[in-house]
Structure formats: structure tokens, C-alpha cells
């Protein structure tokens, strides 16, 4: 009884927080799919008809939502995708992370797309995927210079179109992968399979592109998101 009293107030402090992670008490399943991550820490119009990204439009190119839940040390990440991404897969997507750890982070983009961040957000690490092929990942930490692929500390899922009719993708990363932080920043975006092309679209959201060589800054990330120490930690003697 003790133990589940101090577990409850680990949660009713975390809950607290002005954007909190949907409860660390959730087991977490990395599936591609949100229902288990609780609302979305922001998200993005969809233009149902025609897609966004001003370049084309293209379905899979629209982005509506970037989600974050947390359990006992690892934290999932996901995006969602007003396409079905297993029937159009040439879509690629990416989250940037900014943690509070301090060190200088990066203004430009792991596989060298038109894609810089700026306006206060420089982020020290970076998802990007691909759904084709079986799909697959990318896992980058900014090491002060230049972009190193961490070789561990992430795995991976896709879902076609399993959220109500729209794609997702989900990371599940160990929060020690991320030099434990106690807050992150994220901010997602996605492009396509020409190594000079932009971000097309954004969530949270900003601007779309209106071509795909523009280079897209991606300025507008969440705001600090409070990554609980994991209750399971707690052992009473
Ligand atoms: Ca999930
Ligand atoms: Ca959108």
C-alpha cells in the first residue's frame, strides 16, 4: 500500500507539469500506432482532399499530429500521417530533439536536406525514417561539429494506416540514449526521396513549402516537455 501511495504521488506531480507525458504507469507498445500515448503534444492541419506540402500536394506528405509518452526510462515518439503510408510509402520523416543537457546543438539536418532548424531551436539529436522497403531508421546526436549515428538506444515501427485511417511512426528511445534528460523539445517534419528535397511540412506547424528546394527552418518546436524519472525506480525497504 505504501509503495502505491508514493507512485501515486509521483504521478500527481508529474501531472502538474504545464505538458506532461501521459502517464509513466502505461505500458508502452511500439506499434506504430498513438492510442497509447495519450493526446498529442501538438498538431497539424489536414487538408483532406488534396494533402499538404506546397510542393505537390501529396497525402503522405501531411502531417496531423507529433505525440510523446514516457514509461520507467523510455520514451516513445511518434508522428502521425493523413495517408496511408503502407500503400504510398515513399514519404520519409523525421523528429528533432532539443534537450535541456546543455552543449551547443545543430542548425542543419543529419542526411544533409534542405531542412535547417533555427529561431532558438538547436537540437542535439534526430530521428528519420523511411516506410518503404520494410522500412528502417536513422538515430543522429550532434557531437559539437558534426552528426554521429548512434548505433543503439532506439527501435522502431510503422503503421500503415492503423490510426483511424492515417499512417504513424513511432520510436521507442531509452531516455538514457538521450543523456537523461529532464526535458525535451521536439519538432517533426517530412520529405522526400530526392537528397536535396525540403521539409514539407511540420508539426508543430509553421509554414508548409511551396517547392522542394526551399530550404525549411523549423523554428516553432513543443514547448519543454517534462520527462518523469521512471516510478519504477522507487524500492521501499
Ligand atoms: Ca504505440
Ligand atoms: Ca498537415
Known amino acids: 500500500m505504501f509503495q502505491r501511495m508514493l507512485r501515486t504521488a509521483a504521478i500527481c506531480t508529474m501531472a502538474a507539469s504545464a505538458i506532461a507525458f501521459a502517464s509513466s504507469a502505461n505500458a508502452l507498445t511500439l506499434d506504430g500506432l498513438v492510442s497509447d500515448l495519450g493526446s498529442a503534444q501538438a498538431t497539424d ?6 494533402g499538404e506540402g506546397g510542393a505537390g500536394p501529396n497525402a503522405v506528405m501531411d502531417l496531423s499530429g507529433i505525440y510523446a509518452a514516457e514509461d520507467s526510462g523510455t520514451i516513445n ?19 528533432f530533439i532539443q534537450t535541456n ?24 539529436y534526430c530521428l528519420s525514417c523511411w516506410v518503404d522497403s520494410g522500412g528502417g531508421f536513422n538515430y543522429h546526436h550532434w557531437n559539437g561539429s558534426s552528426w554521429d549515428s548512434l548505433g543503439s538506444g532506439a527501435t522502431f515501427a510503422i503503421s500503415g494506416a492503423g490510426n483511424g485511417g492515417q499512417g504513424g511512426v513511432e520510436w521507442a528511445l531509452t531516455r538514457s540514449s538521450l543523456g537523461t534528460p529532464s526535458t525535451i ?22 509554414a508548409n513549402a511551396t517547392d522542394w528546394g526551399t530550404v525549411t527552418t523549423l523554428s516553432t518546436p513543443t514547448s519543454a516537455i517534462t520527462v518523469p524519472v521512471g516510478v519504477s525506480g522507487f524500492t521501499i525497504e
Not at 45 to 50: E, I, K, R, Y
Not at 101 to 124: E, K, L, V, Y
Open 185 to 206: 523539445q521536439i519538432q517533426g517534419t517530412c520529405t522526400g526521396g530526392g537528397g536535396g528535397d525540403n521539409g514539407q511540412d511540420a508539426v508543430p506547424s509553421q
Open 101 to 124: 543537457n546543455g552543449g551547443t546543438g545543430s542548425t542543419t539536418d543529419p542526411w544533409g536536406r534542405a531542412i535547417a532548424c533555427g529561431g532558438g531551436f538547436s537540437p542535439q
Open 45 to 50: 492541419a489536414v487538408l483532406p482532399t488534396s
Open 77 to 95: 515518439l511518434a508522428l502521425t500521417i493523413a495517408a496511408d503510408i503502407g500503400a504510398t510509402n515513399w514519404g520519409k520523416y523525421k523528429i
